[in-house]
Every structure is written in C-alpha cells, then in structure tokens.
C-alpha cells in the first residue's frame, strides 16, 4: 500500500535560514513524487515534483527537493527562507502502475519568523 | 490554482438539504479530482473522473454523489449530510498518460452541516 508520512507537525525557522521540510514515502514501484503549498483560504498549489531523472528537483519560489530512493525520502528545501513562505506543506505520492490514486501527507505548517 | 475554479466558496446545509459543488477547469486537462479536507487528517481522494469515466471511488458514502459531463465541469451533489461531513472539499485536475501529472487545485468550498 501506499503511505505518505510528514514527521513534523510544524517547522519554525528564522528568515534568511535554510528550511527543511521532511517527506518520507512507501510505495511499491517507481513512485512519482509532488510537493504543494497551500495558503490560508486557498486551494493546494503545485512547487516540484519528481518523476524520473536528476534527483535533485528545482521548482517554484526557489524551493527544490531531493529524491532519496535508499531512504524513501523526498524532503523539501529552500536555502533562505523568506516570512513569505509561512504556509502549509504537503508531500504527495502517486505510484506509477496507478497515477490517478495520489496519497497526501498530513502536512507540515511551516513558519518563517521575521 | 486560477486555472480551476470552484462555487460556491462557502455552503451551509441542514442535513436535509440537497445541495451541489460545481466545479470548473480551464487547462485542457484530461483528468478531475474530488478530495476532501478536514483539519488534522490527510487530503482524502473521493472521486477520480479520467476522459469523463470515473475511474477512482474511494469508499464514500452514497450521499456523496459526483458526474462529470464533459472533460471541462465536475460536480458533487449532497444529500443527507451528516455534521462530519463539515470540511473543505476541493477539486482538481490534471493531464494524466500524456501529460505532466501534477495536479491543480481549486480554492475549494467550505461546508458546514448543521
């Protein structure tokens, strides 16, 4: 089965800092793997994802991501944080044998202190 | 996330009302998505739609009933609700086989039953 974990409720981190949000996934086969934002009152928007290729992804807003097929891992980053980015992350999984069925992490509320 | 567009943005039923959430995407994608979102649970995937078929049921209770006419409109009629049926539903959409695979959100409608 496939599973999506988020370890941490909420990361702080003070602006000007790197930020790290973890990921970490179970799927059998080649996985397909997204990272979203999503803002107070608004839908989930798409930052990254990673497919087949380079493991490091380049996305929006400066974040980027790395594909750790020997950890599962996923986790998202960004070299200087901005108070911007203060929002609510999702880390996403789609199989490849099945890429309607996408499974979302809990989330992670990230905040960005000035 | 302008790309979808969901009405209305808030709802609030009694629970016998019969009401429906439309939503509308404007990105030539060939699939569309039901999830629901409640506060402290993982995005909940209800219904997938592929080229207007569904493809996805998730286990959701009948009173949750979605159509798709066309590649471009999806709606979810209700019925019957029940208090904890209260979350955020949202749509989304994406081009799958061919195409990118990420997926773009609505904004999505708040629902209160009372």
């Known amino acids: 089965a496939q599973s999506v974990a988020q370890p941490e409720d909420q990361v702080n981190v003070a602006e000007g800092n790197p930020l790290t949000v973890k990921c970490t996934y179970s799927v059998s086969g080649n996985p397909y793997l997204f990272w979203y934002v999503q803002y107070p009152n608004r839908g989930l928007q798409f930052l990254l994802k990673?497919?087949?290729?380079?493991?490091l992804v380049k996305g929006s807003y400066g974040f980027e991501a790395e594909f750790n097929k020997s950890q599962t891992s996923f986790h998202l980053k960004k070299p200087s944080a901005l108070v911007s980015d203060s929002a609510l992350y999702f880390c996403?999984?789609?199989?490849?044998?099945?890429?309607?069925?996408?499974?979302f992490g809990t989330g992670t509320r990230l905040k960005v202190l000035a | 996330e302008t790309g979808v567009t969901q009405t209305p943005r808030h709802l609030v039923m009694g629970m016998t009302n019969k009401k429906s959430l439309k939503c509308e995407q404007h990105?030539?994608?060939?699939?569309m998505y039901w999830y629901k979102q409640s506060a402290k649970k993982p995005l909940e995937l209800m219904f997938v739609y592929s080229l207007e078929e569904r493809v996805e049921n998730n286990s959701v209770p009948s009173r949750f009933s979605p159509e798709c006419p066309n590649s471009s409109h999806l709606f979810l009629h209700l019925h019957t609700l029940q208090p904890e049926d209260s979350a955020l539903y949202l749509c989304?959409?994406?081009?799958?086989?061919?195409?990118?695979?990420?997926?773009?959100f609505g904004p999505g409608t708040r629902l209160t039953v009372t």
């Open positions: 996403a999984v789609s199989a490849t044998s099945g890429t309607y069925k996408y499974i």
């Open positions: 990673y497919i087949t290729g380079d493991n």
């Open positions: 990105l030539g994608h060939n699939a």
């Open positions: 989304a959409s994406s081009q799958q086989r061919t195409g990118s695979y990420e997926q773009y």
